[in-house]
């Protein structure tokens, strides 16, 4: 795991020097610009549109991150040919392929909490105070953390097997199409024949469902989120990046490099 | 009996072209071949002649479609055996974000080096290679001979026994290649066994110990470059000066070069053309043996191998 963690490391330093997080700073203009505009024409709606507002914009900041550079993460190293000289150390090509997963999400964990602490310090600004019932907007965040780890394991799989760009469109539908799963799953029976409707059912359950890690209505009007909410993503995110990642191992591993 | 550093058996690779890929395309073909420990072992062939597919192969960067090898005695598939070994990839290319003293630094971790080990030993590479002021620049800013400069030197970085090296002296100026050469060659000192690929034959023939010619995915020979190259017929030279002219065929048989003639005669002929060429007046300089050059061995094999594709190109229209 050691190497693991060497990789890890190595992917957040190039993320850093490649200049990724500068995207905290339209982040932090947005926040500003946001807090002063809120203060002077919502009334009484000032916490529920700030904190619709950074969650959208840290959720899509985080979907470009994930997505772009997720496909990156290997697909770069392929075509530079800078794998070459690290899979001629002791590195199996696991051990870099969660190497690099673990850098993004490491990468993406620093994003997402410096933008967290942005919009606490906006609805700050707004409210003037700080609210137990706010700690659902840090869930909600977390939440966005979770749902990106999974959108990275997506686009690491994809970049294995096709093209960077087909491997940020098929990431990008399957984003999309994971956030109607419930709907899929909710089809009326009566205007499917029997085996189109186990199929629908059976599909919605393995495509990811992103539907559950939407709880920015939630947290805008300050209502807790239950616990068990909490230990089913995670858990969800969990298992389904290891199976996602179980995956792109075996399909890199056989990979001929060109 | 001694393990081989590296030992090839039939090892085959094809790559699959076409739309639907059913087409194959052989990129080499049942190489058997040993490289024994401690020598410097060149692999010679023209552009696109299987050298680079045979080093990837080895280093578990593609996959035989046949066959197997074996690196110290283990397989290629087994990557703790990566510990002993050194590679230089072809036009290698490093994370360009990080500086030359970094990128060595990240790759020393891999082998569990301690932070002091590490730190000394990326000084003392650099210095090797010639970049110890350069160490702290980007690799962004780095030339094409600075970058395989870098790739030497993280290839040597660990002290490997087995250290096998694709071109390198690709985009290197002379100094350049003359501390590449000299590189190998305390490497060789050393008891590091090396294999390098390459195409400039003058390289091989000064450094290695043994050569393995290539050409179209085949290994055509293997030897000492001097062996090699008397398969090939020699022949006998006569330099001589004329003052005034001649009629002797002899004489319009040579080649002119200011007043110097260069005659090449066989070595039966030898003392028939001297008597010849002393009759026509001609002061005889110098009688030396036309040896074979290695890149004369090479260049009739891929005569050959060229001829024999357009025969097989006839054959199947």
Same mark, same amino acid.
């Given at each position: 795991?050691k190497?693991?963690?060497v990789v890890?490391?190595?992917t957040?330093?190039e ?6 997080l500068?995207?905290? +700073?339209?982040?932090?203009l947005l926040?500003?610009?946001?807090a ?8 009484g709606?000032?916490?529920?549109v ?5 969650l ?7 979907l470009l991150i994930?997505?772009?550079i ?5 697909s770069?190293?392929?075509?530079k040919?800078t794998?070459?000289a690290?899979?001629?150390? /002791? +590195?199996?090509?696991?051990e870099?392929l969660?190497g690099?997963?673990?850098g993004?999400?490491l990468?993406?964990a ?8 942005g919009?606490?310090l906006?609805?700050?600004y ?9 700690s659902s907007?840090?869930?909600?965040v977390y939440?966005?953390?979770?749902k990106?780890a999974l959108?990275v394991?997506?686009?690491?799989l994809f970049?294995c097997?096709?093209? /960077?760009?087909l ?5 990008t539908g399957?984003y999309?199409?994971g956030l109607?799963?419930q709907?899929?799953r909710d089809l009326p029976?009566? +205007?499917?024949s029997?085996? !189109?409707?186990a199929?629908?059912?059976w599909?919605?359950f393995?495509? /990811?469902n992103?539907e559950?890690?939407? +709880? !920015?209505?939630?947290a ?5 989120? /239950? ?8 858990l969800?995110? !969990?298992i389904y990046c290891a199976?996602?990642?179980t995956a792109t191992v075996v399909v890199?591993s056989r990979r001929?490099?060109? | ?8 058996e039939?090892?085959?690779?094809e ?5 639907l890929?059913l087409?194959k395309r052989t990129?080499l %073909?049942?190489?058997?071949m040993q ?21 990837k192969?080895?280093?578990g960067l593609?996959?035989?479609t %046949?066959g197997d090898?074996r ?5 290629i598939?087994?990557?703790?055996m990566h510990r002993d070994?050194?590679y230089l990839p072809e036009?290698?290319y490093f994370y360009?974000y990080? =500086?030359a003293?970094e990128v060595?630094?990240y790759?020393a @971790?891999?082998h569990?080096l301690?932070?002091?080990d @590490? ?12 970049l110890? =002021?350069?160490g702290?620049?980007?690799? @962004?800013?780095?030339s ?5 400069r870098?790739?030497?030197a ?5 002290d490997?026994?087995?250290v096998i090296?694709d071109e390198p002296?690709?985009g290197l100026d002379?100094?350049?290649?003359r501390?590449v *050469?000299?590189?190998?060659l305390?490497?060789?000192r ?5 294999m390098?690929?390459t195409h400039?034959?003058?390289d091989? %023939?000064?450094?290695c110990d043994?050569v393995?010619?290539?050409v179209?995915g ?5 030897g ?9 017929t020699?022949g006998?030279?006569v330099?001589?000066e004329?003052?005034g002219?001649s ?9 002119? =070069?200011?007043?110097?003639? *260069?005659? %090449?005669v066989?070595?039966?002929?030898l003392?028939?053309a001297?008597?010849q060429l002393?009759?026509?007046?001609a002061r005889?300089l110098?009688?030396s043996?036309?040896k074979? =050059?290695?890149?004369?061995f090479?260049?009739?094999l891929v005569?050959?191998? @060229?001829?024999?594709?357009a025969?097989?190109?006839v054959?199947?229209?």
């Open positions: 795991m190497r693991v963690g890890a490391l190595n957040f330093r993320a850093v020097r490649d200049r990724v500068y995207n905290l +700073v339209f982040f932090a926040m500003i610009a946001a002063i505009l809120v203060g002077q024409i919502s009334i709606i000032e916490q529920s700030i904190v619709s507002l950074g959208s914009a840290i959720s899509l900041i985080g994930s997505v772009f997720g496909v990156a993460l290997v770069k190293e392929m075509d040919r794998l070459y690290l899979l001629s150390k /002791p +590195v199996r090509r696991w870099f969660l690099k997963f673990g993004l999400v990468t993406l620093v994003n997402t909490a410096a933008m967290a602490l919009l606490f906006a609805m700050l707004v409210k003037h105070s700080l609210e137990r019932s706010d907007v840090l869930i909600a939440f966005i953390w979770l990106l959108v394991a997506l686009a690491l970049s097997f096709t093209t /960077p760009l491997a940020i469109l098929f990431t399957l999309i199409v109607y799963v709907e899929l029976v009566e +205007v499917l029997p085996a !189109m409707a199929f629908t059912k599909l919605s393995l495509l /990811p992103f559950n890690f939407n +709880v !920015m209505a939630m805008a009007h300050g209502r807790a989120i /239950p616990g068990s909410l909490i230990l089913n993503n995670t969800y995110t !969990m199976i996602v990642l890199f001929n490099l060109k | 009996m001694p393990v081989p550093a590296i030992e090839t039939n090892l085959t690779k790559y699959p072209f076409g739309f890929h087409k990129s %073909e049942g190489l058997n490289v024994e420990m401690g020598e410097v072992f060149g692999f010679i062939g023209p552009n696109g002649a299987g050298k680079s597919t045979t080093i192969l080895l280093m593609i996959f035989p %046949e090898a690196i110290l005695g283990k397989p598939s087994d990557v703790e070994i050194g036009q290698p360009d990080l =500086t003293a060595l630094d790759f @971790r891999f569990d301690s932070a002091a @590490r730190k000394e030993r990326v000084q003392k590479m650099l210095k090797k290679v010639g110890e =002021t350069a702290k620049i980007q690799l @962004r800013k780095y094409k001979g600075m970058l395989q870098v790739g030497l993280q290839a040597i970085l660990h490997p026994k087995v090296l002296m690709s002379p100094v350049g290649r501390e *050469r000299d590189i190998i305390e490497l060789k050393d008891g590091q066994t090396v390098f690929s400039v034959l003058s091989a %023939e000064m450094l043994r393995g010619v290539i179209g085949k290994l055509r020979g293997t000492a470059p001097g062996q090699l190259v008397e398969m090939k020699q006998m030279e330099l001589f004329l003052p002219t009629n002797s065929p002899l004489v319009a048989k040579a080649t002119r =070069t200011g007043e110097r003639y *260069r005659l %090449e066989t070595e039966e002929e003392y028939a001297i008597d002393r009759a026509a007046g005889i110098a009688v043996q036309v074979a =050059t290695l890149e004369e090479f260049m009739n005569e050959a191998d @060229r001829a024999q594709a025969a097989v190109e054959s199947e229209k």
